[in-house]
């Protein structure tokens, strides 16, 4: 398990299954958009990307969020609740996240990436049961600061396939225990305590980070296929 | 709070008390030959720095190792049990270890650095409290890879001093939490299932590392002059 980009290199991804976590919330936005019936997710590292991405690909909207607010250029922001099925169906999310992105673009040799989330908590913990294969589970973090609610999610897709794993760093070994000192899966109010819900709470995000906070909500895996996130099927 | 080396350009330093941990084992030596009268200790990165130093220096010592004994060329290894008083007192240990003496010479504009262990956890976490600074707790980790025998200290600090500090960053959080998941001060348990705990029980140094996680057994705070560590009075 990788608490940070800046830390990823001491891993080996080759041939194995990568999961990018960002929380806080990328990732949730991900799983939000998929299972409202997106046709797909397309990550990218930048606004001008992203706009020039939107411009060339029919039916899609362009969505990311640089302090808080949506980047001057793109159409809507990095919220799970921005992207109902009757708004997102069919359409094609071309999204920019400034973390996310960056450490699924950093992992190259991976035999398969996915992405995780509360939202979708569950469907990741049986993926990964089902592949065979050793996994990282990388955390996307804020400015390669570690933070509590990707490490946390870790810790609860640790807990949850721990019978069908060995564990074989610390970093796994943490998150667990950070997820063990949560209450009846109250992730929310564990998080409270954490700099992103913090920063956040600035903004006015409470709800949005207690929506990302909520299990199983979208119990879909999104995969990584050249260079956009399908519906693993 | 810092969880590896590779990640202490993240962290203003300048001004602050930086507190170097590396439980297992140099800043826990560290601690056991100062308060048993070592005249002062002094890091250093390498094998041949150290047998060099060593020869120019009167009265000293030269102690390290690597892969679980001795290196060679060196007289001592790096157990905090091979430095009682009747050996020790008065000598200067010229000390190379990797992960600890790495850190330390990484950090360039800290205001004072300090080491700390268990074995002086309640030292150090008076020493802090006394200060007014800012304070960076960092971790030497293995090989850059976070652990938790650091980050545990880390969290036993963070318990120590709460009340006299603001925490401001997620890492100094969850070190918290991990101390929180010990039962009554009962570290070496905790530390059983770790990474470094499993790599030097292989070297048979179960005994040096229930040792190293008993706390207060050396209530002296080392503090760099220079290059030599000396008890801070």
Same mark, same amino acid.
């Given at each position: 398990?990788?608490?940070?980009?800046?830390? &990823?290199?001491?891993?080996?991804?080759?041939?194995?299954?990568?999961?990018?976590?960002?929380?806080?919330?990328?990732?949730?936005?991900?799983?939000? #958009?998929?299972?409202? =019936?997106?046709?797909?997710?397309?990550?990218? #590292?930048?606004?001008?990307?992203?706009?020039?991405? $939107? %411009?060339?690909?029919?039916?899609?909207?362009? #969505? $990311? @969020?640089?302090?808080?607010?949506? !980047?001057? $250029?793109?159409?809507? /922001?990095?919220?799970?609740?921005?992207?109902?099925? @009757?708004?997102? +169906?069919? +359409?094609?999310?071309?999204?920019?996240?400034?973390? =996310?992105?960056?450490? &699924?673009?950093?992992? +190259?040799?991976? !035999?398969?990436?996915?992405? =995780?989330?509360?939202?979708? &908590?569950?469907?990741?913990?049986?993926?990964?049961? *089902?592949?065979?294969?050793?996994?990282?589970? /990388?955390?996307?973090?804020? +400015?390669?600061?570690?933070?509590?609610?990707?490490?946390?999610? !870790? /810790?609860?897709?640790?807990?949850?396939?721990?019978?069908?794993?060995?564990?074989?760093?610390? %970093?796994?070994?943490? !998150?667990?225990?950070?997820?063990?000192?949560?209450? *009846?899966?109250?992730?929310?109010?564990?998080?409270?305590?954490?700099?992103?819900?913090?920063? &956040?709470?600035?903004? $006015?995000?409470?709800?949005?980070?207690?929506?990302? %906070?909520?299990?199983?909500?979208?119990?879909?895996?999104?995969?990584?296929? =050249?260079?956009?996130?399908?519906?693993?099927?």
């Amino acid at each position: 398990m990788c608490l940070s980009p800046a830390l &990823l290199h001491l891993y080996d991804t080759k041939d194995a299954v990568v999961v990018i976590i960002d929380v806080f919330r990328a990732t949730s936005t991900i799983a939000a #958009a998929l299972h409202n =019936g997106a046709k797909s997710v397309i990550p990218v #590292a930048t606004v001008p990307e992203c706009i020039e991405l $939107g %411009s060339k690909t029919p039916n899609s909207i362009t #969505a $990311g @969020e640089r302090d808080g607010k949506v !980047a001057e $250029g793109l159409q809507y /922001g990095n919220s799970p609740s921005e992207y109902p099925t @009757e708004f997102i +169906k069919d +359409k094609t999310l071309v999204l920019t996240t400034t973390n =996310g992105t960056r450490l &699924l673009h950093m992992v +190259k040799d991976a !035999a398969v990436i996915i992405t =995780g989330s509360f939202l979708n &908590l569950q469907a990741v913990s049986e993926f990964l049961m *089902g592949q065979n294969k050793n996994v990282l589970l /990388g955390c996307a973090a804020w +400015k390669d600061r570690f933070n509590m609610e990707d490490t946390l999610f !870790a /810790g609860a897709v640790v807990n949850a396939v721990k019978d069908s794993f060995s564990i074989n760093c610390d %970093s796994a070994r943490a !998150a667990y225990h950070l997820y063990q000192r949560t209450e *009846g899966d109250d992730f929310i109010s564990f998080l409270m305590d954490s700099s992103h819900y913090i920063r &956040l709470s600035a903004y $006015g995000l409470e709800k949005d980070m207690e929506y990302c %906070s909520t299990p199983n909500l979208h119990p879909v895996v999104p995969i990584l296929k =050249g260079k956009e996130l399908l519906i693993h099927s």
